[in-house]
């Protein structure tokens, strides 16, 4: 099976081949639990997303660190599949197909993440999810919060920049994590 995934903010749109399959799920650690609980029955060969400024870091990061085949591709490659192939269409279901049918046709090397790099990979992602988790509460809290507890939410404002700086940070670095340069194998002579 060869999986595509179109990445967005709030949604992964997933295309399986040959079935055919397209869903939506969101793009969050619920989600991508979704795809991990079936994926990992169904044995993927490939599954390819496409680089989205950070969106992929949590789907990619999550399914390598869980063992399954996974390469993030540079979009140019996708737009010069689509036009190689006459795709000139453009919809999230399109497009999630497209990547499946790449992942099929050029089978992109899946660069494996070492195991001190991939338990490293998964404490920053618990710590990103925990920061998301703590971010959402004090949003909640500042909406409840009276409009004359003044003090109160100055601090809720305070703490939420601090999260969200916190959590931009995180994202950087599993960004960097995921693209970072590898090395080319050794020359044979």
């Known amino acids: 099976m060869f999986i595509g995934i179109d990445v967005a903010k709030d949604e992964l749109v997933v295309a399986e081949r040959p079935t055919g399959v397209v869903r939506a799920v969101p793009n969050s650690p619920a989600g991508v639990r979704t795809l991990l ?12 997303l496409e680089a989205t400024g950070g969106y992929e ?3 990619a990061t999550r399914l390598a660190t869980a063992g399954l085949p996974v390469v993030v591709i540079n979009p140019r490659q996708a737009r010069d599949f689509a036009k190689a192939t006459g795709q000139l269409a453009k919809t999230d279901a399109l497009d999630a197909t497209l990547l499946a049918q790449f ?6 090397t899946v660069r494996p993440l070492a195991d001190e ?25 500042l909406t409840q919060a009276r409009a004359s507890a003044k003090a109160l939410r100055q601090n809720l404002r305070q703490h939420i920049e601090f999260l969200e700086k916190h959590l931009a940070r995180t994202d950087a670095e599993l960004e960097a994590r995921m693209f970072a340069p590898v090395a080319p194998p050794p020359r044979r002579n």
């Open 37 to 48: 609980q079936r994926w990992r029955e169904a044995a993927p060969t490939l599954i390819v």
């Open 117 to 141: 790099e991939t338990r490293e990979l998964d404490a920053l992602l618990t710590r990103r999810d925990q920061l998301l988790d703590m971010l959402t509460a004090e949003k909640q809290r």
């Open 57 to 59: 870091a949590l789907a």
């Open 103 to 108: 992942a099929e046709v050029v089978r992109p």
